[in-house]
């Protein structure tokens, strides 16, 4: 008698009725991760028979586990090249932009509370580690009125595969040949430089804690967490903080957003561009087997796209650009 | 004079080995010290009961962690204690001494085998065939590390059961196996029973092997086939999160764990000690 | 007597007729489980052979002595994570055998048998503290004080040899000695105490008869005798510490460089793949991965195997020397 109801409870407990959702296993950039948690977490109280299990492994991750095929789909902030989508033999991957994100050069150095402006060759320079003290003339030239100490940078950087590193040595490979021959773009390099912290979220916890250390991250990060962050010089010369605003510009200064919608957006010209500026994707598989998922995920791109965009801006991300939306919707319909 | 300075030494490296055994002692109370006190502050009934919200927003638990760990050290248990009993009993009571240095070699092997690597076995073997990350592959990563320590302690405490109690029970008539199953195991079940205990507890504050079979979950899993949430996985994303309110909840779920693992650690250990203290009286 | 001139099922009677009953079932599904052991083990380093391939076949050798870790071209070396591996667990044990063999000292010979089981028992409760649990309180106490404190103390009066150059960043290669160091405690504790306790009385008597103070005696006739059993305990902890991980990730700083300061931060075998196993995007990089855990395991394979011989040894009554 007692063991059948030790047994009952063990099977309520591991399949109790609530479990009727359909869960969906998604997996990828940490960048974007607050905003698709939100949105998962929105659109699985409006429909609670779908839930998604959204794993922030960064970008690499993301790639990796829709090419091993273990997650219903992946997340990257950086698009898929033409090798690895020929991996994967199953179905073809669409890319579909969710939002407009800028990745932010966030720091924490003692007695400087003011925005520190950081031009590209002093942020290559830094992390080169070329340039060593903050008070270096590279970066006392562009900040007169700041007193910078002469302490030693701590740079942090991603240690995971992730697409917010593609964004920034992307930006870094177009404004500083010496960077893009000593280390090139990609969602992992060889850093000469630096600690490493997993995820956004590594990061900006590394950078929080460590005294005159300077890190990248999503704005939202930098944000969330009250850490500052500087303003960097765009191709136009201005010195732009990354807004609303200036990452929106980013995308209209982009000229041809091609069909698959993989494109960069890094040092876009215009006086009010935000120079790192990126969308960021969701990698769908254009043949999904399970009618039940194909639908929930169908219907889930068509709420992002719509309703889910009004949550961008409050979460210091900007929305899409109407045509980018347009093409989208028309897109959802090559999902089978 | 040499007496003196022989006294001396004496006296100064008694005092530094007593301060060496105090040292050592103290971090463990330093390290249940600071549990309590950051971890307590944040215990709350929330904690046991609701799942996690999402990074910035404020509150939540972490319910599905301590259901999912559950599920999976269940599931390590199951699978690993039947093999590595049976294992130990197969050396300690059929084998020739050829075959039980094989066995007791191989585990001793597995036993140091990384946890990381125990991982990307789990990972090769299960979750990608499967194409899926779930608490299957979980419990199978543990589970391989529950079975040396079994089969360990199932071998030594089955040595330590007395010879008068097997011939007895074979003088009676009984055949090996009965023997062995009738009298030997049962004679044996506390020093057993506390090495499983052990073992199960150890596994359970694994983390390295869950990272890439288990992988993370916000929400409930459902049956074993899913992602699952653990208590360790999540005290670690959690520490290493710039949000305080993770770090708050980090702390409590490694009390939680912590306390855990320290009460059936002490459970066992005077189980087994006052099992021995019966056996000899 | 089966025959060739047997059909199938007469053989499987004439089988099962030799089967007395329990004692061959018995023997055969405990044979089977311990079967099973050797052959999941077999087919753990088949599969950590077999993955690591391409990586195996596009470096050969080389792979252990370069060092660089470069995703974007594919090239891998393991030097960085072998050199971060050993290193912490070396001052880990610099810091931790002094004090582990001094409270083992303590434990077996010169505290009351109350005390010294009462102490044995918390010590042995430290090897059931998580991993993650050390960590959590690396990053949260450990780190700050050592940022604070005690590397600014170690730079400005070490800073001018190159073991303790660098910034104070808190997280590297020392705190994860650190951490490393407290997790070898108890394993260095236990053990060696159970080497001390198993030297005959009659040593330490003689020694005392012959007029040694309590220290003279332990040091020059009891622990000689257990220098094996000691040295075994290193080495089984040293094993350990090669594959923790989670303490370790937590706060070696993650940076695949070789450096002689100790104050800087490194990256270890076990800490690198649990960073980039589900993201390594290239073939080449998942397999070089799968290498850098098959070469760790095999480290771990010749420390225990060590460990277990000296340990076996010193079983030996009258080895001493």
């Not at chain 3, 070789?258 to 397999?287: C, K, R």
């Amino acid at each position: 008698m007692r063991s059948t109801v030790l047994i009952a409870a063990i099977l309520a407990v591991t399949f109790p009725a609530a479990y009727a959702a359909e869960t969906i296993n998604a997996a990828g950039a940490t960048f974007p991760a607050p905003i698709y948690q939100k949105w998962f977490q929105e659109y699985h109280t409006a429909h609670s028979d779908v839930q998604v299990n959204y794993q922030a492994i960064g970008s690499g991750g993301g790639i990796r586990q829709l090419t091993e095929g273990t997650v219903d789909f992946g997340a990257s902030d950086m698009p898929m090249t033409p090798e690895q989508m020929g991996k994967i033999t199953k179905f073809k991957v669409l890319h579909f932009p969710t939002v407009l994100g800028g990745v932010v050069p966030t720091y924490n150095i003692e007695g400087v509370s003011a925005d520190l402006k950081f031009s590209p060759e002093a942020l290559a320079g830094i992390f080169l580690g070329r340039i060593t003290r903050w008070n270096d003339p590279a970066l006392a030239k562009d900040n007169p009125g700041v007193k910078l100490p002469g302490t030693e940078i701590t740079v942090v950087h991603r240690s995971d595969g992730s697409g917010t590193t593609f964004v920034w040595t992307d930006y870094l490979s177009k404004v500083s040949a010496d960077w893009k021959g000593k280390v090139g773009a990609g969602t992992a390099v060889n850093w000469p430089v630096g600690l490493g912290g997993k995820g956004n979220e590594g990061v900006a916890g590394q950078v929080k804690q460590t005294p005159n250390s300077i890190g990248y991250v999503e704005l939202i990060y930098a944000v969330q967490n009250k850490m500052a962050y500087g303003s960097v010089r765009n191709k136009s010369g201005k010195f732009v903080k990354a807004t609303f605003d200036s990452v929106t510009a980013a995308a209209a200064a982009a000229k041809d957003i091609p069909a698959d919608f993989r494109v960069s957006i890094t040092d876009e010209p215009g006086a009010g561009v935000y120079p790192i500026s990126t969308f960021t994707w969701l990698l769908i598989p254009d043949k999904i087997g399970d009618a039940t998922k194909r639908d929930a995920i169908k219907a889930f791109l068509k709420w992002m796209l719509i309703a889910g965009q009004n949550d961008a801006a409050g979460m210091s991300y900007a929305p899409l650009p109407k045509l980018v939306v347009a093409k989208e919707q028309k897109q959802i319909a090559e999902i089978k | 004079m040499r007496r003196l300075w022989r006294k001396a030494v004496n006296n100064v490296m008694l005092t530094l080995t007593g301060l060496c055994a105090l040292v050592t002692v103290s971090a463990l109370f330093l390290i249940l010290g600071y549990l309590l006190w950051n971890g307590g502050k944040s215990l709350d009934w929330d904690f046991f009961t609701k799942l996690p919200l999402s990074p910035g927003e404020l509150g939540g638990g972490m319910a599905n962690a301590i259901i999912g760990s559950a599920k999976i050290v269940a599931l390590a248990a199951l699978l690993g204690v039947p093999i590595g009993f049976m294992s130990g009993v197969y050396i300690g009571e059929f084998s020739g001494k050829n075959m039980a240095n094989v066995i007791r070699y191989t585990a001793d092997l597995l036993n140091g085998v990384p946890s990381i690597v125990i991982g990307i076995f789990a990972w090769t073997l299960l979750v990608v065939p499967m194409r899926h990350f779930s608490a299957w592959a979980g419990g199978f990563a543990l589970s391989l590390m529950v079975i040396p320590v079994t089969l360990r302690a199932t071998e030594q405490f089955l040595g330590q059961v007395p010879l008068e109690l097997r011939e007895g029970a074979l003088a009676l008539g009984a055949s090996k196996w009965k023997s062995v199953v009738t009298v030997v195991i049962p004679a044996a079940r506390t020093g057993i029973l506390t090495g499983i205990i052990l073992g199960v507890a150890r596994v359970s504050g694994e983390t390295a092997p869950l990272l890439f079979t288990a992988l993370n979950n916000q929400f409930w899993s459902k049956g074993f086939g899913e992602p699952t949430a653990s208590l360790p996985v999540m005290i670690y994303t959690h520490a290493i999160s710039p949000y305080e309110d993770w770090h708050r909840q980090a702390w409590a779920a490694g009390l939680v764990l912590l306390g855990l693992v320290l009460v059936a650690n002490i459970a066992a250990r005077m189980v087994l000690a006052k099992g021995a203290a019966t056996q000899r009286g | 007597m089966a025959t060739a001139t047997q059909s199938v099922p007469g053989r499987a009677r004439t089988l099962l007729r030799n089967v007395r009953g329990g004692d061959e079932i018995a023997y055969l599904i405990t044979f089977l489980f311990a079967a099973s052991v050797v052959l999941v083990t077999a087919i753990l380093v088949f599969e950590l052979w077999v993955k690591s391939g391409p990586a195996i076949h596009k470096f050969g050798f080389s792979f252990l002595w370069h060092s660089t870790w470069d995703p974007v071209n594919d090239e891998f070396g393991a030097l960085p994570f072998v050199f971060g591996t050993i290193i912490t667990s070396v001052v880990g044990l610099l810091l931790s055998v002094p004090l582990g063999v001094g409270a083992a000292i303590f434990l077996s010979e010169l505290a009351p048998p109350k005390m010294s089981n009462a102490l044995t028992f918390l010590v042995e409760l430290l090897a059931a503290v998580p991993s993650v649990i050390f960590g959590l309180l690396a990053i949260f106490a450990l780190v700050p004080l050592m940022r604070h404190y005690v590397e600014p103390a170690l730079i400005s009066s070490f800073g001018w040899s190159p073991f303790f150059k660098g910034p104070a960043y808190g997280v590297g290669v020392l705190t994860a000695s650190m951490v490393l160091a407290i997790m070898m405690f108890p394993y260095i504790i236990s053990i060696s105490r159970e080497a001390l306790i198993q030297v005959p009385r009659e040593q330490r008597e003689a020694a005392l008869a012959l007029g040694a103070t309590r220290w003279e005696a332990t040091w020059d006739a009891v622990v000689p005798f257990a220098k094996l059993g000691i040295v075994g305990s290193i080495f089984l902890s040293l094993a350990r510490a090669l594959g923790e991980t989670m303490a370790v990730t937590m706060v070696i700083g993650n940076d695949p460089k070789i450096n002689a300061s100790i104050l800087a931060p490194g990256y270890t075998i076990a800490s690198v793949i649990a960073n980039e196993f589900t993201e390594a995007t290239g073939d080449i990089h998942l397999a070089a991965l799968v290498e850098l855990g098959l070469v760790l395991f095999l480290i771990t394979i010749i420390l225990n195997g060590l460990g277990q011989l000296l340990l076996m040894l010193t079983a030996k009554p009258g080895t001493a020397r």
